[in-house]
């Protein structure tokens, strides 16, 4: 038995006592402390070591409060603390001991008779290898079956390896899909081919074989993924997963989403482009307002309904665009002389490590990015969305 597939706010006194009625000792994803004490090297060290290592492996829970004997919970002691205390301590240490940082998750569990039980969930974190950096002491751990242990070179590298190979993955996704999007191969939106908004949600889950999320349960929740700057006139189920789409005219799809089996999602839409007085242009308003409320229906999706977490990437894309100019708004629409110097503009990814963050602020570099392919130094409306718009 283990804890760490359970969700957190589920854990009771009846599931940790069952850890001590099933003797189950220390292993991949449990370590337990009767308490802790940070203040000398070597408590830290430990403690970081604890912590590190099951980000660095596949995920665990850092339980505190349980006696133990050779990795075997005897007793439930409790730990006495001031838990506000002591979370703001263990995060001041994981932002000033650890890099790159993780993210922890503290569950306080009350106990029979007053004491409480402190739980450290650590997901399994994407961002690999973390190091632990205490006076001088710099080390990377692991998980395995007894318990944490330091990494060796050939486990190092491995780490490395596979970080990059996560965003390397994701960006194959998207040069693929945006080539399909390209040649009208698969007929996503109406042909013939041409300019068109992208935009990708992909969780780094999602690229671990054998990563599959719930279609029915995502059926239910169909309002979270509405087209690219519009409504929807059909959800239905496909191969790849869900499709939302927006075909307005008969044979006339404008705009659509795809909530692919592995939890990632692709919103395009070509609904964007107009024509004034020859000259053809980009709204931005319009894109950034469609962008932001879909990464936020995104979020809300994977947080409340599908049990996706981060990191993820969002990526932007504008495609067939070369020529086209950016249109701004302050007081009324402003064309830019600088035009699009490019057919495709594949705007930098940005990581996701917090899905609680303001929209706003997530997407931030995406639009900075954009305002500088039209000529500008910045996304200039980006205070007003961060302060309640967005």
């Known amino acids: ?19 001590i009625e099933g003797e189950v000792r220390e292993d991949y994803h449990i370590e337990y402390k ?10 830290k060290i430990d403690f970081l070591g604890g912590l590190s290592s099951f980000a660095n492996s ?5 339980i505190v409060g349980v006696s133990c004997r050779e990795g075997v919970p005897i007793e439930l002691p409790g730990w006495q603390v001031d838990l506000d205390q002591e979370k703001q301590r263990i995060e001041n240490f994981l932002r000033d001991a650890v890099e790159p940082r993780f993210g922890a998750h503290i569950k306080e569990v009350p106990l029979t008779g007053g004491s409480r039980v402190v739980i450290i969930r650590v997901p399994r974190s994407w961002a690999q290898p973390h190091m632990v950096k205490v006076d001088q002491v710099n080390r990377f751990y692991y998980r395995h079956s007894a318990g944490k242990a330091i990494m060796d070179i050939t486990q ?3 780490a490395f390896s596979m970080t990059s190979e996560i965003s390397t993955r994701i960006e194959e996704f998207r040069a693929q899909r945006l080539r399909v999007l390209k040649t009208g191969n698969v007929q996503m939106l109406s042909p013939p081919p041409g300019p068109a908004v992208v935009l ?6 999602s690229m671990r074989a054998g990563g599959f999320v719930d279609l029915e349960v995502a059926m239910k929740q169909a309002g979270h993924l509405l087209p690219l700057g519009t409504g929807s006139n059909a959800f239905l189920y496909n191969l790849d997963g869900l ?11 404008v705009a659509y989403t795809q909530l692919f089996r592995n939890g990632v ?10 024509d004034m007085q020859g000259r053809n242009f980009i709204p931005s308003s319009l894109v950034v307002e469609a962008v932001l409320d879909r990464v936020r229906q995104a979020l809300i999706l994977y947080t409340d309904h599908l049990s996706v977490g981060p990191p993820a990437a969002i990526m932007l894309s504008l495609i067939g665009v070369q020529g086209y100019e950016l249109a701004t708004r302050n007081d009324a629409f402003q064309f830019r002389n600088a035009r699009m110097d490019r057919d495709d503009l594949v705007i930098p990814a940005v990581v996701v490590e917090d899905f609680g963050r303001n929209v706003a602020d997530l997407c931030r570099p995406m639009f900075d990015a954009l305002w500088n392919a039209g000529g500008l130094a910045r996304w200039f409306e980006y205070e007003q969305y961060a302060q309640g718009r967005a």
């Open 1 to 19: 038995m283990a804890l760490f597939d359970r969700p957190l706010e589920t854990i009771t006194e009846l599931d940790l006592r069952a850890l």
């Open 34 to 43: 009767q308490s802790i004490s940070l203040k000398d090297k070597q408590d």
């Open 58 to 62: 596949s995920g665990g829970d850092f």
């Open 156 to 158: 190092l590298r491995a």
């Open 200 to 205: 990708h949600f992909v969780p780094f889950e």
């Open 243 to 253: 499709l939302s789409t927006a075909e307005w005219d008969p044979g006339q799809r």
């Open 265 to 274: 999602i692709e919103s395009a839409s070509r609904d964007f482009f107009k």
